[in-house]
């Protein structure tokens, strides 16, 4: 809890591995999972604050390689892929509910939607997808050179000090994580 600029109270609840009974402690990580759309939605807002993309570009003027088997791929703006309107298929279920770090997942997304078709008309109707928001790690890539968790770190959680917060890249030393 804070005040102003200062901590005011500092306290974690349960636990950090329920089976050897640890309790979590407010240093301890947790995977926040689709709360993450958040930071990938503000991501896609720098970008746009920055001028290197608007929100109703279509994804395949920045990223010329997507492609998928639907003709109307190439309409789906970046907009649509942050309001779950894309009609892109959902998500990618390979390694799904991993909690160890997959850093191919957007490059295996990306080769997964070339061989599938839209499920509607892009901006058509709005249906909860994870497809959007992976696609923006290359389309970060693609716009600064940057891999998205750097992207991330560097223009988001250093600034706000976020010193516990990440995208996970190796491993976490045993007792720094949530136990799912």
């Not at 649509?80 to 850093?103: A, D, E, T």
Request: one cysteine or more; charged letters at 20%.
């Amino acid at each position: 809890l804070m005040a102003d600029d200062s901590i005011v109270w500092r306290e974690a609840f349960g636990y950090a591995d329920r089976e050897k009974g640890v309790l979590a402690t407010p240093d301890v990580r947790f995977n926040i999972g689709s709360v993450a759309k958040v930071v990938t939605a503000l991501v896609v807002m720098i970008l746009r604050d920055r001028g290197q993309l608007t929100l109703d570009q279509p994804l395949v003027q920045l990223l010329p390689a997507f492609s998928m088997l639907s003709p109307a791929f190439a309409q789906v703006t970046v907009r649509q892929m942050i309001s779950h309107s894309s009609g892109f298929p959902g998500f990618n279920k390979r390694n799904n509910w991993s909690f160890v770090p997959y850093l191919d997942y957007a490059e295996d997304t990306m080769a997964s939607l070339a061989q599938s078709h839209l499920k509607h008309e892009p901006g058509e109707l709005a249906v909860y997808c994870n497809d959007g928001f992976t696609m923006v790690e290359p389309l970060v890539k693609a716009l600064t050179g940057l891999p998205f968790a750097e992207f991330v770190q560097r223009e988001i959680f250093d600034p706000l000090g976020m010193s516990l917060s990440a995208y996970p890249l190796k491993f976490a030393a045993e007792g720094t994580f949530v136990h799912p």
